[in-house]
């Protein structure tokens, strides 16, 4: 292997394992919801919250610029340049996540003063890290970028369709992040530059990034044409650029902003889903045409599942409820958050587990990866996460009627549709599905970690050759 191939190992490593803290901390979470008076005193419903959302964030982080260092070599038949610099910088990001998971766990808020705001928690949403720890995230993907745009100068003779794709990506990748350090006083602005670093950052520049990865592993799984997955991908980047920085007015509906972004988000932000879902559907068009041959079965599963749970989660589920005669009644509501964990779980979870099926066929050696036991992981976690999904959405659904529609929104109505019995049913199954999730991701780890049987490939799975 490369030695960034042996980096993006680490990232693998570590981002799996954070997956693992996402989910403890989703648990507990979703706990409180029932009994309210949990760990009074102790570690509040907020901090569990946070660390629930921000390890989110930065496993995901994680398991994209990993996958990013396995196949730049691979497509570039280069090491990446600046390796060390990457190495160290590895090591300083794991640092920081430790630090600032324990500032959270042991210290969680401090006074509203500079201090705080430095070392303890920004106090904003989805970026409550201290600044300190956001200087840090823009040194990674200030490093992260120089390592793959001085690689591609090195080699400029190999340039591909998708690595002009990942290039151009990481200016806004780098830029948008910087939101993350605004300190405006008018709530109406600073929470509409704040939808760009939620949406354009997580949703958009992470959507070609993904998108990216999934070309590779395509090609790499099931021979899919290199012209098959750059036609959808520029296509991706064309809808990233028009239908997603349109799309996100639909964050805009009731923060203080003109009323034509009622009709503008409403309409564009169900569009950006739908390349992955196409490079996908005709990738399997494709290998249906050489009867469906691939190499590592674990891989192709999540990765198709990852194109059309992406295209429901983000999509449908998300279109359903940012209709702004809609999002009125639903939004702040835990549909909301159905729609976030389909979105997320779609979009990115499901593609680095590919990833990780990826590297664990290059680590074993074997040419054939396949058997039953990782199918429990795949059906124990997508169980859950439908299972969840389907029970905040439920308990939504009754926050947006008895809540919002007949409730007037009052602090009355809150109470009332936190108590009502379609709700609180909701919020059951979220924690008995969450434990089935819990299950999925143990059977995973325990998948990934076995060394797999050495079967030879069946003829009739023989890969054919990308065009």
């Known amino acids: 292997m490369y030695r960034s191939q042996k980096l993006a190992l680490r990232y693998l490593t570590a981002a799996a394992t954070l997956f693992g803290v996402m989910i403890v901390f989703g648990l507990l979470s979703s706990l409180y919801y029932l009994y309210p008076s949990m760990l009074f005193n102790v570690f509040n419903f907020n901090m569990a919250k946070t660390l629930h959302i921000d390890t989110l964030v930065i496993w995901l982080l994680m398991g994209l610029i990993g996958a990013i260092y396995w196949y730049l070599p691979k497509e570039l038949e280069h090491e990446i340049e600046g390796i060390w610099l990457a190495e160290l910088m590895f090591w300083i990001f794991c640092a920081a996540v430790v630090v600032v998971a324990l500032v959270f766990l042991f210290v969680q808020t401090g006074s509203s003063n500079q201090f705080s705001l430095w070392f303890i928690n920004q106090g904003r949403k989805y970026v409550e890290a201290p600044r300190w720890a956001a200087i840090g995230i823009v040194a990674v993907m200030l490093v992260f970028s120089y390592n793959v745009l001085a690689t591609c100068i090195k080699v400029k003779r190999r340039m591909t369709g998708i690595l002009w794709v990942l290039a151009i990506d990481l200016v806004p990748l780098v830029v948008v992040y910087l939101d ?17 670093l939620v949406h354009m ?78 490079m996908v559907v005709h990738a399997i068009y494709d290998a249906g045409m050489h009867r469906m041959k691939t190499a590592n079965q674990p891989a192709y599963y999540w990765i198709t599942t990852e194109a059309f749970l992406n295209f429901i989660g983000a999509g449908v589920w998300g279109f359903m409820m940012t209709l702004p005669q809609i999002n009125m009644f639903s939004h702040g509501t835990q549909w909301t958050v159905s729609h976030g964990h389909f979105a997320f779980y779609g979009a990115y979870v499901c593609g680095i587990i590919a990833m990780l099926y990826v590297a664990k066929q290059k680590v074993s050696g074997v040419a054939y990866l396949a058997g039953n036991r990782w199918k429990w992981g795949f059906g124990l976690l997508n169980l859950g996460m439908v299972g969840m999904v389907m029970g905040l959405l439920l308990a939504g659904m009754a926050q947006a009627f008895f809540g919002r529609a007949a409730g007037g929104s009052t602090l009355m109505a809150f109470t009332m549709a936190s108590e009502n019995p379609w709700f609180v049913s909701g919020m059951y199954a979220r924690v008995g599905f969450g434990i089935i999730f819990a299950a999925g991701y143990v059977m995973l780890i325990y998948d990934l970690l076995t060394a797999p049987a050495k079967l030879p490939i069946p003829a009739s799975q023989a890969q054919p050759e990308p065009a």
């Open 201 to 278: 950052w997580v949703e958009s520049t992470w959507e070609v990034l993904i998108g990216c990865v999934m070309a590779w592993v395509l090609m790499d799984v099931m021979g899919t044409s290199r012209r098959i997955v750059e036609a959808w991908l520029y296509i991706e980047v064309m809808l990233v650029l028009g239908a997603g920085i349109l799309g996100l007015g639909h964050h805009y509906f009731w923060i203080g902003t003109p009323r034509y972004w009622l009709s503008i988000g409403g309409f564009f932000s169900a569009l950006e889903p739908l390349p992955l879902l196409g």
């Open 180 to 196: 993350a350090f605004s300190a405006d006083t008018n709530m109406s602005t600073d929470l509409y530059w704040w939808w760009w």
